[in-house]
């Protein structure tokens, strides 16, 4: 079944800055990349995803790269805030309809203010 | 805004103690799942029901249990629990691949 690896495990990054963090799996059948973000006490929410026909996504500050050829794809924060520290998680669809996610392992990412 | 409600909250049980935790999700999604949350936050998917059906069922341990009453019902239900089962145990309803998570039941075996 599919695997996907997110590193890194953990990310500091000073306010202001950027912070990118890097996923790869192992199906190429998997056409669908979503990301999750956790906070503290809270369960996860989607906050961007990208499907297998598009290489590059924005939602204001988030940005989502696919690169389908090397099976990677990575979440660029720009411009971050206090309010972005979290855990991230990326995933993996194999089935844009089954449904099953495959998650990556996690990043916690903090914000230096 | 909560849609997919889970009870209960917490539960803390001993080895070989059988438990049950419900969810009920409000948005009218036909597939509905439970992943497990460990101790370092990796998220697993465990089972998965489309309409009351059973599509997804990972390598867990034989002691865990699904059951479907309708599509916006899925509970979970362990049958005498065992130290590694102390986890959070997040239930998901998903619309087109969105997952629509729980607030999570945190199940602590002693």
């Known amino acids: 079944g599919e695997q996907v690896e997110q590193l890194p495990s953990i990310l500091r990054v000073q306010e202001g800055s950027s912070a990118s963090i890097n996923c790869s799996y192992e199906?190429?059948?998997?056409?669908?990349f979503p990301w999750y973000k956790q906070e503290p006490g809270e369960n996860p929410k989607l906050i961007i995803d990208i499907r297998s026909n598009m290489e590059r996504k924005q939602i204001q500050e988030l940005i989502v790269l696919l690169d389908k050829k090397a099976k990677r794809f990575s979440l660029h924060i720009t411009d971050t805030q206090p309010g972005d520290s979290a855990m991230y998680f990326c995933a993996a669809s194999e089935n844009y309809n089954q449904g099953k996610l495959i998650f990556g392992q996690g990043t916690k990412l903090s914000i230096k203010p | 805004e909560t849609a997919v409600f889970q009870t209960p909250n917490y539960h803390v049980t001993q080895v070989g103690n059988e438990v049950s935790f419900n969810c009920k999700q409000t948005?009218?999604?036909?597939?509905m799942y439970w992943y497990k949350q460990d101790s370092k936050k990796l998220l697993k998917i465990m089972f998965s029901y489309n309409n009351k059906q059973l599509i997804v069922n990972e390598t867990v341990p034989r002691r865990f249990s699904p059951q479907s009453s309708d599509k916006a019902h899925l509970n979970l239900r362990i049958k005498s629990v065992e130290p590694e089962d102390s986890a959070v145990y997040l239930c998901?309803?998903?619309?087109?691949?969105?997952?629509?998570f729980g607030a999570g039941t945190r199940l602590s075996v002693l």
């Open positions: 998901a309803s998903s619309y087109e691949n969105t997952l629509y």
């Open positions: 199906d190429s059948a998997s056409n669908y």
């Open positions: 948005l009218g999604h036909d597939t």
